[in-house]
Structure formats: structure tokens, C-alpha cells
């Protein structure tokens, strides 16, 4: 039989079986709710009222078991027909009530009594075949509580495992936030040390650039200096030829002065105001090499300040180098750095889903350390491109530097040449000047060491009426006397006189100053000479000699002397010599001798004032003049206002004149 009853436990018929019940280990019961191993409890219910049934009042253990043992030989649960399936049918066991009325019939009741109780041993079978199976259910449910319990320890011991390795990983994760932060703050510094370093870089290059610029203008001075520089060394060079031509014609004019020494005074003259003008061309010649060598210091100076610069722009350039490098290496750490942090993500992406914020903060961090590295490229391209040029820069300074080099060296070779030339240049002119000295001696001794020249003076227009000077005065044109005779008739007699030289009444100041200037020169290389002038009163001694000083054409003899010596000595300063002028004069009067400059001013007391003059001479065969005024003088209006001085001393006592420079 089946009922929809069947394998349900009865009801507990108490509330003790209940808390009977209750003594079921709590553990038990507690890993099984906590396992959600979903057990019937009417199983253990069922178990317990088992236990009640077999623990009857009316029944002992011990005949329990001999009824069960009854049961058991009757073989199954058909007591009488009877079949237990519900509670129903026990408790209907249970009240079913002895039958028969006659208490005395033993029989009938004992009969009862072994119907009931085989009833009941069917019953206790029921039970027993039900406890079996809730037993054996009750196994299995330990067996698959057990393993439930294995599997729950087993994944409580992966699940705490888990969870260490989770916070292990956090921790990790939390030390990697760390030094990713860290690496993060070590990013931005080195980011404001690149932006340092760019700003640096963009200095470097407006400073470079600056110093490209005023190498640029240094350059182009140094070219514009360097055409000058050819420009001046074409004219020396046109200037040098000029001189050699100048000194081989002169030395073919020397040689022709030594074959005609009579006709070489003239041309001696003309040599000496070429010589002049070669002077005047050595002197601009060492202008010229003066500014040469100024010229040439400039370009050494600038020269070396394109060294130093360069020499800068090499330190900056390798200062760039090695922060190029630097960052090149940082970008390289940080780019190893986001790999492994990379890696680390997808690692931790592949742990754990839990840390996906901060994975999202990291892969922020990370997209923003690209973008660093990123920029840092650009940079870093930016600093290549701007070490590019400045080494563009640096190679373009090497070669203006080089050039430069080259072109000093050109200019120093240049200037080494004119410099070799010029000196000698200087030593034919010191050759040259030597032999015109000789030459020059040698023509005034052949002229003759004195000579006496002759000058007429024109008649004065007050007498020129009632003169007969025209019919007096002749001049002899005859080869051997013309220019150097003079004929005088007196009481219808001619006296013929020859002198060296005869100006007559047409000859000018210069004409006389011509022959004069040579004994200048003469005195000029170191010859004493003296110039006398000789004649009666109001003859034109002084006119001569002084003549009008306000006037160019009338200038006399001293004035012009002193113009040629004054000139003469600045352009042999030029050579080396030094000059020491010193001014005296004296006028000699009956044997007397009246210092003109002297301090003491004529008219006072002239007689008081004379001094004892004595005239001596040393043993290098000098004249002095003893207690003469003598003064220094550097130029001729010094020497001018001297003059003005002797003559306004010698206008009280104008007679017999004469005169030493
Ligand atoms: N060559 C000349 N040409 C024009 N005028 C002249 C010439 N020589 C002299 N005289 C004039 O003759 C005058 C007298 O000349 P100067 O005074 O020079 O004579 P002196 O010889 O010096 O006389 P003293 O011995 O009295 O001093 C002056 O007026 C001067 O200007």
C-alpha cells in the first residue's frame, strides 16, 4: 500500500519528545543551516518518536527486543493484515480497546492481548524499518554533512587564504600606490627640472644666439677690417714699389751725383724734398703699420673672445649633452617603470576585480605618466633639434673662428712682411741718408767750407730818381763768371769782383734761402756752420737775414732756417733721432759782446748791465759764450717771439750785426 503519507514521520504526540529532540548536537545543527544542507527534521522527530516508542511504559527493553526478535520470525510488517503507513494507523493501535465483555475470559483477551501485540511488533517494525531508513538517511546526511563540512573547511581555508593573498595584494598594492606616487613626485620634479632645463635651454639659446649675432657683427667687422687691411697693404705694397723704383732711381741719382758732383747741388736740393716726401710716405707708412698692429690687436682680441665663446658654447653644448642624457635615462626608467606598473596592472586586473579604482587612479597616473613621457619626448626631440643647431652653431663658429685664425695669420704674415720691409726700407734709407750726408759734405767741401756770396740790394724808391746805380752795377755774362760775378765802374774804371754766388737786384728771398738751405742741411747732419752777414749800413744785412716774418715772399734767411730745421727735425724723430734746440744772440759791438736775451731789459742802465762775455772753446773744438743766455726751444714761435725780443734789443744800438743759432 501507498498513501501520500508514506515515509512521513508521525506527529510528536509531546512536547518532551520535542526537547528530546533538542539534545541533538548544535554544532551539528548549526553547520548545517550554515551548510544550507537542507535535512528534514521531521527525520529526527521521527527518530525521537522511535525512541518514545521504544521506550513504551507498558513494554521493557528487554521484552521489546523478544517482541521485535516475534516480529522479526514472523518476517515483514503484515501483522494480523495490518499495515502501518501513518500516524492514524498507530494511534488507531493505540486506542483500540480489548473486546469482549467477560472479564473472565482469559482466553479471548490473551488472544487479544497477542493480536495487539503482534499489531504492535507490526508497528514496531514499521518503526523500526522507518528508523532504519531514516538511519541510514541520517548516514548519508552525516556522510554529506561531513563532506559539506570538508568542502566548507576546505573552501573557509581557500576563502582565508584568499583573503590573506587579497590583503597581501593590497598591501602590495597600497606600497606600490606608495612608491607609484612616489615615482609619481620623483616625475613631477624631474618634470620641473626638464621645464628648468628648457628654460635653461631657451637662455642658452638666446644667449647663443646673442653671441651668434655679435659674432656675426664681429665677423663682419673683422672682414670690413680685413678689406681695409688688403686695402692698406695694396697701397703699401704700390707705396714700397714706389719707394724701391723711388730708391733705385735714387741710387741711380746718387751714382750720377757722384760722376757730377758741380751739377748735383741742385739736384741735391730736389733729393732733399723728395727724401722729404719719402719721409712724410714712411711716416704714413708707420701710421699705416701702426693701425695695421692696432688692427691687427683687435683681431686678436676678438679672436680670442670667439675662442672663449667658443669655448663656452663647447661647455653648454656638453652641459646639454649630459642633461640630454639624463633625461633620456629618467625617460627610459619611467618608461621600464609604467611597463612593470603595466604589467602590475594587468596582474592585479587579473587577481582581483576589487581594486578596479584604483586600478582606474593608477592606469589616470599612468595615461598621465605617458603623457609626461610623451611631452618628455617632445622635449627631449625639442632639446635634440636645439642641439643639432647649436652644434650647427658651434661648427659655423669653429669656421669663422678657423677663418679668422687664418685670415690673422694671413694679416700677421702681412704684417710681419711690411714690418721687414719697412725696416728695410728704414736701413736703405739710413744707407741713403749716410751717403747724402757724404755726398752733401762732399759738394759744400767742393763747393768750398767758406763761401762768400754777394747780394745787391734794390735802390730804395726815395733814392731810385737820382741814382746812377743802373751805369755802376754790371753783371758779367760770361760762362765762367755768370751768376758768380759782378762788375763795378767807378770813375769810368770797372773793378770786377767774383764770388761764390751773386744775387742780384731781381733775386728774391727764396733765391738766397736755396743756397742757405744747404747749410742748413749741413748743420742739420751735424756739421757746424756759421752765416755772416757783412755790409755797410742800410745795405740789407738785416732785411736779409730776418726781412719781414709777417710776410711769406719776405720771410728771411732765419725764419726760413729755422722752418726747415723745426720741419726737418719732427720728420728725423720719425727715424729714431732726438732733437734738443737751444737759442742764443748776441750782438757784437766794438769788441763787445751784448747778450740780446738777456732778461735785463735794454735801456734801463745799459752800460750797468753789460757783462763780461768771454768767448771759449772746448776741446770738441764747441764755441761758448760765457754767462749767455741760452733757452730751450720747442717750436719756431718760440723761437719767433725770441726774435722780437733780439730786435727790439738790438734796435738801440743798430750797427754791426750778427747772429748764432
Ligand atoms: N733786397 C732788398 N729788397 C728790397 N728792399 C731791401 C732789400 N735789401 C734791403 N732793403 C731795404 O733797405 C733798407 C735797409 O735795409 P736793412 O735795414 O736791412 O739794412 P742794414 O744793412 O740792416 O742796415 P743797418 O746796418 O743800419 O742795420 C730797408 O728798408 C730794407 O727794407
Known amino acids: 500500500m501507498s498513501s501520500r503519507n508514506q515515509n512521513k514521520p508521525p506527529r510528536s504526540p509531546s512536547n518532551k519528545k520535542e526537547n528530546v529532540l533538542d539534545e541533538a548536537p548544535l554544532d551539528k545543527r548549526r553547520k548545517i543551516v550554515i551548510g544550507k544542507m537542507v535535512a528534514p527534521s521531521t527525520n529526527l522527530r521521527s527518530r525521537s518518536v522511535l525512541s518514545t516508542v521504544n521506550a513504551g511504559p507498558n513494554l521493557g527493553h528487554g521484552a521489546d527486543q523478544k517482541a521485535a526478535a516475534v516480529a522479526g520470525s514472523d518476517g515483514g510488517s503484515s501483522g494480523g493484515g495490518i499495515e502501518f503507513n501513518s500516524r492514524e494507523d498507530v494511534e488507531r493501535l493505540l486506542s483500540e480497546k480489548m473486546k469482549g465483555k467477560n472479564k473472565n475470559d482469559y482466553k479471548g483477551k490473551s488472544e487479544q492481548m497477542i493480536e495487539y501485540i ?36 576546505e573552501f573557509e581555508t581557500q576563502m582565508r587564504k584568499r583573503e590573506e593573498e587579497l590583503n597581501m595584494t593590497v598591501e602590495q598594492l597600497e606600497t606600490k600606490l606608495a612608491s607609484s606616487l612616489e615615482s609619481f613626485q620623483k616625475e613631477e620634479a624631474l618634470k620641473l627640472a626638464a ?18 649675432a655679435a659674432l656675426s657683427e664681429d665677423l663682419e667687422r673683422a672682414n670690413h677690417e680685413a678689406k681695409r687691411s688688403n686695402d692698406q697693404i695694396k697701397m703699401l705694397q704700390e707705396t714700397n714699389k714706389r719707394l724701391q723704383e723711388y730708391n733705385t732711381s735714387l741710387q741711380q741719382y746718387n751714382s750720377n751725383l757722384q760722376s757730377d758732383a758741380v751739377k748735383n747741388g741742385e739736384t741735391i736740393s730736389k733729393l732733399q724734398k723728395e727724401k722729404n716726401a719719402m719721409m712724410d710716405s714712411l711716416t704714413s707708412l708707420r701710421d699705416h703699420s701702426n693701425s695695421l698692429k692696432n688692427q691687427l690687436d683687435s683681431s686678436r682680441t676678438t679672436l680670442q673672445d670667439a675662442l672663449k665663446q667658443k669655448e663656452d658654447l663647447k661647455k653648454e653644448v656638453y652641459f646639454l649633452r649630459s642633461e640630454l642624457q639624463q633625461v633620456r635615462d629618467d625617460r627610459e626608467n619611467q618608461l621600464a617603470q609604467v611597463q612593470t606598473l603595466t604589467s602590475e596592472i594587468a596582474n592585479y586586473k587579473e587577481l582581483t576585480g576589487k581594486s578596479s579604482k584604483e586600478l582606474d587612479n593608477i592606469m589616470a597616473k599612468t595615461n598621465a605618466l605617458e603623457e609626461t613621457c610623451s611631452s618628455q619626448r617632445v622635449q627631449i626631440q625639442s632639446l635634440q633639434h636645439q642641439l643639432a643647431a647649436a652644434n650647427e652653431k658651434l661648427k659655423m663658429a669653429d669656421l669663422t673662428a678657423s677663418e679668422t685664425m687664418s685670415e690673422y695669420l694671413q694679416q700677421k704674415r702681412t704684417l710681419n712682411d711690411l714690418q721687414n720691409r719697412v725696416a728695410e726700407q728704414e736701413l736703405q734709407i739710413l744707407e741713403a741718408e749716410k751717403l747724402r750726408k757724404k755726398l752733401h759734405n762732399t759738394i759744400l767741401e767742393l763747393k768750398g ?36 760775378g759782378i762788375d763795378l765802374m767807378h770813375h769810368a774804371q770797372t773793378y770786377s769782383f767774383t764770388f ?66 723745426f720741419q726737418t727735425s719732427q720728420a728725423l724723430q720719425c727715424q729714431g733721432w732726438k732733437y734738443k734746440m737751444q737759442a742764443s744772440m748776441l750782438e757784437i759791438y766794438n769788441e763787445t759782446i751784448r747778450d740780446l736775451l738777456s732778461p735785463v731789459r735794454p735801456g734801463s742802465n745799459f752800460d750797468a748791465n753789460v757783462k763780461q762775455y768771454a768767448i771759449k772753446h772746448d776741446l770738441n773744438g764747441n764755441t ?17 717771439f725770441l726774435l722780437q725780443q733780439a730786435a727790439q734789443s738790438r734796435a738801440q744800438n743798430s750797427r754791426f750785426k750778427g747772429y748764432s743759432i
Open 118 to 153: 503482534r499489531k504492535l511488533r507490526t508497528c514496531i517494525k514499521w518503526f523500526m524499518d522507518l528508523e532504519d531508513g531514516h538511519l541510514s538517511e541520517l548516514e548519508k546526511l552525516r556522510g554529506t554533512v561531513e563532506f559539506q563540512e570538508k568542502r566548507h573547511t
Open 195 to 212: 621645464l628648468k632645463s628648457y628654460e635653461k635651454e631657451a637662455e642658452a639659446r638666446v644667449t647663443s644666439e646673442a653671441s651668434r
Open 449 to 484: 767750407n767758406i763761401r762768400v756770396f754777394c747780394r745787391v740790394r734794390p735802390l730804395l724808391p726815395e733814392k731810385e730818381s737820382n741814382t746812377t746805380e743802373g751805369a755802376i752795377v754790371s753783371y758779367p755774362t760770361s760762362t765762367e763768371f755768370l751768376g758768380r
Open 500 to 565: 761764390d754766388k751773386v744775387f742780384n737786384h731781381e733775386a728774391s728771398q727764396d733765391d738766397v734761402f736755396v743756397e742757405i738751405s744747404q747749410l742748413v742741411q749741413s748743420a742739420l747732419d751735424g756739421y757746424k756752420v756759421c752765416i755772416f752777414a757783412y755790409g755797410q749800413t742800410g745795405s740789407g744785412k738785416t732785411y736779409t737775414m730776418m726781412g719781414r716774418p709777417e710776410a711769406d715772399e719776405e720771410k728771411g734767411l732765419i725764419p726760413r732756417s729755422l722752418e726747415q730745421i
Open 624 to 640: 761758448h759764450v760765457s754767462d749767455l743766455t741760452i733757452i730751450d726751444v720747442c717750436s719756431i714761435n718760440e723761437v719767433s
